[in-house]
């Protein structure tokens, strides 16, 4: 034998080593970097920022469905001739990345607070490097076709820079500011957590009734009011009881003071709106150090803040005698305490919401503290505007009234964090009370001059950085080419957990630092506030700069936001660790292949729809894989025979992208059908993906490539490849490898691997470009679009499927051939039928086709359609003995029908009783069985001839 050909395909399809090669192929020749376009460009663009997974992140279902249908419109875009840019990198992701070191750290018995701040953020970093890059080596083998030349990490130097630009921006404008609040407080992570990260769990708890003496009653008897607690703990720090002032049963308190119980401390009785008369006996306690809604009255009223508890959730000196005690241990003293001194008066079973922190699950506690704040006006009302002018188009549309509820109701943003990993807060803050906000580290302190400055102790909150990523990734604030050219992006594909967490700040942040007086380069105004009247630039930040409809489209992070579905195991559940039904994508990749796990989730994609991850699905599509590889070893076996037929064409064809394929000489019926049905194929594929129906694009590929192009049309073409066709089978070969090529590239964004496999086999190693990644994506050519052909290929097919039917029905054997009867309605079709007629004698594996002259229609076992009728005509060779058994069975069974429904239809209570429709029914069941009985005993007469 002859070395083989470099377009010998190995014997059977083995996704796993071809895949891995394919991938790191892509990566080493930098296929997917993209070169800024020079200033004289306008090629089309199209761009996406990768939603940056976690440093500590390992790909998941929902990552794996979110890379899947970002690789296929990115590809897709690629090969339409868009310069594509898909831009990669990865967060730092602040609290999850410090507490997998803490976690590291505690194997070694150590604590995050023994290495100090310094030596435990250059463990962050060792951590990151040993296996930050887990996600992007998974990325890899999925094919995803970013550009990794731009990878960034958000804690980069340049990142950094733009993070601290941003602060210092919106601190001059007065959009940040510090103060004392009440936040979610996680006792575990030591830090402030945003509303975002509170998991909120209904539980069942208590709810605690305690009197508290009224001082100094007119009466002289003894007075009290009850309030209602399920933190009673909290009651330490309680500086007023508040009662409503429309309340009749208090009015005679208005002014008057109670004595804290436990604590002996005298607090005023306030009349406030936060006591309800219909809620309970309509007093509350006021705690404003530990309850947001009591912090608001407090400073209402002027209250003191008495906090009782550390950052530990343990309680502080001022918790009296339960300094020391952990918040539940204090729970239990107090509630004993109060017992005792007969100031518990009822107790009972209440449900009750507790918030845990999103991370590590520990019950957050309100707590006051002094944090950074971004006011979220005008940012706001600037994000709320661009979409309700459409200028980000959201898909499945139903998200958009989603976002502006959550923007209209939104509350100023704490951004600060206590913990160590992050960008830290570039504030000094001086001896003298003065804080210094500052791009560069200051030496002194504007004030009174002391260099003694200690930068604020506290990192930014992770999401304020991401929420910058649509610019600062692309060079922001300096005015580069990358951000003139991919900036506002194209589109953004996130999951719905996030809308808010990002895709919101992103909007926000993007619309103020894109748009004037912000945005680089923006025509002849400031790019930078000016800093010389400080005292204006809180007005200005009341008064933002006023847009033109054009700067305010034009500010936007992305221009579409496409939210992915949530993957569910196949019985619908919601996939979760505790339920152990979590399906790791890779186990499923190693098993049927990255293409085949690609193609499930495309062909499952609808938006707005949940998907069932079934791994039967998979299997099927590997099988689809098989078919091509089966395919296109069938076809380079002919070219082999019939030497080079495709080489020429082919070469053609990739020089012609506009075209759905060339160099396809459509000679016959079938040629100009499947011609017509590539293009066809070719334009739905477009459009569904264009409005992101994965599902249908992958599911018309799949009933193509399989369906029509490797059922029918392979064998169709068959004899037209044999040895005797000669010349005709020099085109046919031509037709079939020209065909295949451009089916190669219709079905490439959703499985690249195999399909990038065989093109380059196509061209024996010598392709005309270094993937099929980069040729074009086909579009539809309407002139090959042959409705006629269509029809009549329907007819044809419909006609060899009836044959094949009745074949079936009447249990031929595979081998043997039949004659066929056929009545066409039309002479048109009959001359359809004669035309083709060797393609309808071979594919339904028939002997002899005679026509009738009238129609089938009388003819038992015959199929009719509006076109045609056809009979087989096929004498059963069966087994008498055993067939007269199983008729004469049949006949007892319908004998003992037909007797027992005569019997109940000659009962006349049952007549009687039974409803119109039923007797009816009863009725022609005895006709039917009648029919049926006088069929069976004709052929069992008929066997019984047979058999003497
Ligand atoms: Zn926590
Ligand atoms: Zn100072």
Known sequence: MLSPMPHDLPKSYEPGAIEARWAEYWVKEKLFSVPTPGAGETCPVFSLLLPPPNVTGRLHMGHMLNQTQMDIIMRWHRMRGDVTLWLPGTDHAGIATQMMVERQLATEGKKRSELGREQFIQRVWCWKKQYGSAIQEQMRRL?????????????????????????????????????????NWCPRCETAISDLEVKHEEIPGKLYEIRYPVVGTTTGTDEFITVATTRPETMLGDTAIAVNERDERYMHLHGKKVLLPLMNREIPIITDELAQPEFGTGAVKVTPAHDPDDFEAGLRHNLPQIEVMDQHARMNENAGPYAGLDRYAARKRVLEDLQTQGFLVGEKAYTISIGKCDRCGTVVEPRLSTQWFIKIQPLADRAIEVVEKDYIRFTPANYRQIYLNWMRNIHDWCISRQLWWGHRIPAWHCACGEIVVARETPSSCAKCGSSELKQDPDVLDTWFSSGLLPFTALGWPEATR???????TSLLITGFDILFFWVARMIMLGCWFMAPPHKPGADGRDARPS?????????????????????LRDSVPFREVYIHALVRDAER???????????????????????ATRFTLAAMSSPGTDIAFNESRTEGYRAFANKIWNAARFMFMNVDRIGSCGGDTLVRAAADPASGFSGFAA????????????????????????????????????????????????????????????????TACANLVALFEASLRLLHPVMPFITDEIWHAIYDGKPPRKSLALAAYPQANEAQIDRNAETQMAI???????????????KVETKVKVPVEIYATEPEIRALIEQNLGAVERLGNVEKVTFAERSLSNLPGARHTARFDVHVIYEKKIDVAAERERLKKELEKMDKETANLQKQLENEQFLAKAPTQVIQNMRRRVRELEILRGKAGGQLGELGLQGI
Request: aromatic share 12%; charged share 30%; glycine share 4%.
């Open 143 to 183: 094919g995803a076709s970013v550009d990794w030349s731009r990878e960034y990490f958000t804690m980069d130097d340049k990142l950094s820079r733009a993070v601290r630009e941003a602060f210092v921006r919106l601190h001059e404008e007065g959009l940040i500011y510090r103060g004392k609040y009440i936040v």
């Open 482 to 488: 990358d951000l003139e050219v991919f900036y506002p």
């Open 531 to 551: 800093t010389s009247d400080d005292e204006n630039l809180g007005g200005r930040a009341s008064r933002p700069f006023a847009l033109t409809d054009e700067e």
């Open 573 to 595: 559940q919601k996939m979760s660790k505790t339920k152990g039904n979590v399906l790791d994508p890779i186990q499923v990749i190693e098993k049927y292949g990255t293409d």
């Open 667 to 730: 000679s016959t019926l079938e040629d100009r059908w499947i011609l017509s049905r590539f293009n066809s194929v070719a334009k739905s594929v477009n459009e569904s993906l264009a409005s992101y129906r994965f599902d249908e694009a992958a599911n018309s590929i799949y009933d193509f490539f399989w369906g029509e192009f490797c059922d029918w049309y392979i064998e169709l073409v068959k004899p037209r490849l044999a040895p005797e066709a000669e010349q005709n089978a020099r």
């Open 796 to 810: 044809l097919q419909d006609l060899v499927v009836s044959v094949r039917n009745l074949r079936a029905e009447l």
